[in-house]
């Protein structure tokens, strides 16, 4: 599919693939039970802000009105480098609040090293200050050193983000009874399931353990669309060990399934949905004639990142 314009005004002009593609994904592991399976291709949205970055981020870059940007995340957090790509992109001063003042000290990862290099400055704050992130306390003090900014909270969850991920949902009306995807703070199922038909349901595969994700996400449709929308539902089972964990069972796995559909697998979120989808048509959770689409949310080089 050719590149669009798309998007909200002023963005438009990064030139995403709106709609991403939907592709089928021919595999006797889904076939032997009535089951068919999708990719719905998010990763090819955009090179620098691929997958639910771009429906999370496009909503509040257009709210920030080319204001600097302050957010936060851990070290090799996908949303911190693709915030920074956006201000080098648009031209927008860019702050990221991490996670571990260790980090301060030590030569910057690949994934900072990126952030920097894109203009990014970087604010490095110790565990127990990130953890109260929210406190307004901590937030003004963070501005007094930047400046006024608008503030996107950790991996870009908020009511914004949740309305623009709508439109994924939307994208999938009539494609598939089960529309899945792996979930760090929840805004892009929130806004999936908001966005899907009557009928249709939203699976989440949280990535990190805790049990958090439900009141999260029904928060963060409060939030965004006034109450609970649409259908959706969470199974925990396939974190393997929490977030950025991997065993050799996922990446043999994730192996295999790049050389049956020639589909480079990202390991710390996408190749857990689609070990989980397996495993659980495996046990028979999709009634046979049953349509499922897998959320291809990044590309193997986030593969060490936080899609959160």
């Known amino acids: 599919m050719p590149s669009t314009p798309a998007g909200p005004p002023g963005l ?3 030139q995403p693939v709106l709609p991403s593609p939907l592709r089928p994904a021919e595999d006797e592991r889904f076939a ?3 089951v068919t399976l999708l990719l719905k291709r998010d990763d090819l949205i955009h090179p620098d802000l691929p997958g639910n970055k771009w429906r999370k981020l ?7 009105a080319g204001r600097p940007v302050l957010t936060f995340g851990g070290a090799y957090s996908s949303h911190l480098r693709a915030t920074a790509a956006a201000g080098r992109l648009l031209g ?11 980090l301060a000290h030590r030569p910057l990862n690949p994934s900072l090293a990126r952030c920097a290099a ?10 127990r200050t990130y953890r109260e ?12 050193a930047h400046g006024e900014c608008e503030v996107i909270p950790e991996g870009g969850s908020n009511a914004l983000a949740a309305q623009g991920c709508t439109e994924l949902g939307r994208e999938l009306r009539g494609a598939a009874d089960v529309a899945a995807v792996a979930c760090g703070t929840g805004g892009t199922l929130a806004g999936l399931a908001a966005g899907l038909a009557p009928g249709q349901r939203a699976l989440g595969i949280p990535v990190l353990r805790g049990g958090f994700l439900a009141d999260a996400v029904r928060e963060l449709q409060r939030e965004a669309f006034g109450g609970p929308v649409g259908t959706w539902s969470l199974d925990d089972r396939f974190h393997f060990g929490g977030y950025a964990r991997t065993t050799p069972e996922l990446h043999a796995f994730a192996d295999d399934f790049e050389d049956r ?3 480079p697998v990202e390991r710390l979120y996408v190749a857990k949905v689609l070990y989980a989808l397996t495993a ?18 990044g590309r193997p080089d986030d593969q060490s990142a936080s899609s959160r």
């Open 32 to 34: 032997r039970h009535g």
């Open 92 to 102: 927008f001063r860019t702050v990221g609040v991490v996670r571990g003042d260790e």
């Open 133 to 144: 992130k929210t406190d307004p306390q901590v937030l003004a003090g963070l501005l007094r």
């Open 58 to 64: 496009a909503p509040n870059l257009l709210a920030a």
């Open 118 to 127: 894109d203009g990014m400055q970087l604010h490095f704050v110790d565990r």
């Open 280 to 297: 659980l048509a495996a046990e028979g959770a999709f009634p046979a004639g049953s349509t499922v689409a897998a959320v291809i949310t």
């Open 12 to 14: 438009s002009r990064l």
């Open 261 to 263: 559909h020639g589909l």
